[in-house]
């Protein structure tokens, strides 16, 4: 059974090869990161300290999410260019709470912290800190998966990422041996994403919408407003091999599951903790905790399938629809797909550490993924995401079509821009 999987592998692992080289990537003339022929990189602020998502307006002003206070104690960064030179002059900061959530809306940016969805008033200065709101307050918390990622569609319909703090909904969480929960009892309140009204205040997790369910941690999001979607890539569960050895080898576990693209749709189910995608069989698998063996499809015949699937445990942490015209026309409707990179690869080399990009055409793939742009984690290999230079995080189109670029590591904000 082993022996077609492996070679399966074998063939996956030289397409990937073969298809990156085939896109003519080349180094920035300055930087480490390498794009593809016609873009250039520039450094818009080199270090801000540990980014998470971003945000740009129409006047080209960076909000920028950080994960830890900055040496002012603040949790939003404002970055702007304000001489033409594509380097940050100004830079304010605001709000004394972490967190990964930032989106625009109105007048108004909101942030969110792990468990509270704020609103701040815009004014021409920056942001207005006296002129706050709470939007959701009281969101469910835990250390594993907490963070609230946030995407607000045309309409003012706030979507919430709410992760669920298991691996598979174990008994005995990533514990060799403790059997699923069915059902999840951890679904009722995580595992998902929430709806809410982005213009209402001081509302509850029992006030939304449970848009969509079965998706362990969504931190890429976003909404298309050409095709009116969300669409969202979660992340998968881990440590197949060292829980279920008898089903899955260190090479098999490298690769799976899958990291699934989905288009959201109100009232889904994408399947976890019961299933997951396996992109070498293209099929919607049983997991182990509920008598799956890597072969067995069970009740995952009804949930729903990715759009897209790429391997496993490159850690999807931004989701963006280019809708610009700096870019070529085939870029356009397309979306670009930051990989924070992850751990659970070995004995494989580390995978991620790149932004990806799909060609799309209503919503829905054209043609396969390929790499962007990568050089990020600061060489050709390296042993453990700590090793990794800077790490690919949030991603925000500018007024211009320019795409930007947030590292979590040091960060970097990038600009990447197309010469015609």
């Known amino acids: ?18 298809q990156s080289q085939a896109q003519t990537l080349i ?8 794009v593809q022929k016609g873009f250039n990189v520039v450094t818009v602020v080199p270090s801000l300290g540990r980014a998470r998502h971003i945000a740009v307006d129409k006047q080209g002003t960076i909000y920028v999410r950080m994960n830890e206070l900055n040496i002012e104690g603040k949790g939003i960064v404002l970055v702007k260019d304000t001489t ?16 990964t959530g930032i989106a625009l809306y109105k007048n108004y940016v909101y942030a969110s912290s792990d468990s509270v969805v704020f609103r701040y008033t815009l004014t021409a200065n920056g942001i207005d800190e006296k002129k706050s709101d709470t939007i959701v307050n009281g969101l469910p918390f835990n250390p594993q998966h907490g963070s609230k990622n946030i995407v607000i ?4 319909k706030l979507y919430v990422n709410i992760g669920a703090p298991s691996n598979a909904c174990q008994e005995a969480d990533r514990t060799k041996g403790s059997k699923g929960m069915d059902p999840c009892p951890l679904l009722e309140n995580y595992g998902g994403i929430w709806q809410f009204d982005a213009d209402k205040l001081n509302q509850k997790q029992s006030d939304g919408i ?24 979660p992340h998968g569960r881990d440590q197949l091999n060292t829980l279920y050895p008898e089903f899955y080898t260190n090479e098999q576990n490298a690769e799976l599951p899958s990291e699934e693209l989905f ?5 889904g189910d994408y399947g976890w903790p019961y299933c997951y995608f396996d992109h070498l069989q293209n099929k919607k698998l049983l997991s182990p905790e509920y008598g799956g063996n890597g072969q067995i499809t069970g009740r995952c015949d009804t949930t729903q399938k990715p759009i897209m699937a790429f391997p496993g445990h490159w850690a999807p942490n931004d989701l963006l629809f280019y809708h610009g015209n700096m870019f070529p026309e085939r870029y356009k ?14 004995p494989l080399k580390q995978g991620g550490y ?8 209503d919503g829905k793939p054209t043609g396969t993924w390929e790499v962007f742009a990568e050089g990020f984690a600061g060489g050709k290999e390296i042993a453990s995401p700590n090793d990794a230079k800077h790490r690919p995080m949030g991603l925000a189109e500018g007024p211009d079509g320019s795409l930007y670029i947030s590292d979590s590591v040091a960060g970097t904000i990038y600009r990447i821009y197309h010469s015609k």
Do not use: Q
Not at 153 to 156: I, S, Y
Not at 210 to 233: E, F, Q
Not at 263 to 267: A, P, Q, V
């Open 333 to 346: 409707n397309g979306v670009f797909i930051a990989f924070h990179g992850s751990w659970n690869r070995a």
């Open 210 to 233: 449970r848009y969509a369910s079965g998706l362990r941690n969504c931190v890429a999001m976003d909404w298309d407003v050409t095709s009116k979607h969300l669409y969202a890539l």
């Open 84 to 99: 033409g030179d594509g380097k940050a002059d100004v830079i304010k900061s605001y709000g004394d709470f972490t967190g």
């Open 263 to 267: 288009l959201i749709t109100k009232g």
């Open 354 to 361: 790149f932004v990806a990009f799909v060609p799309m055409k």
């Open 153 to 156: 569609d045309e309409n003012g």
């Open 27 to 34: 180094p920035d003339a300055k930087k480490s990161i390498v």
């Open 1 to 18: 059974m082993r022996i077609p999987y492996l070679l399966k592998l074998f063939v996956l692992t030289l397409f990937i090869s073969l």
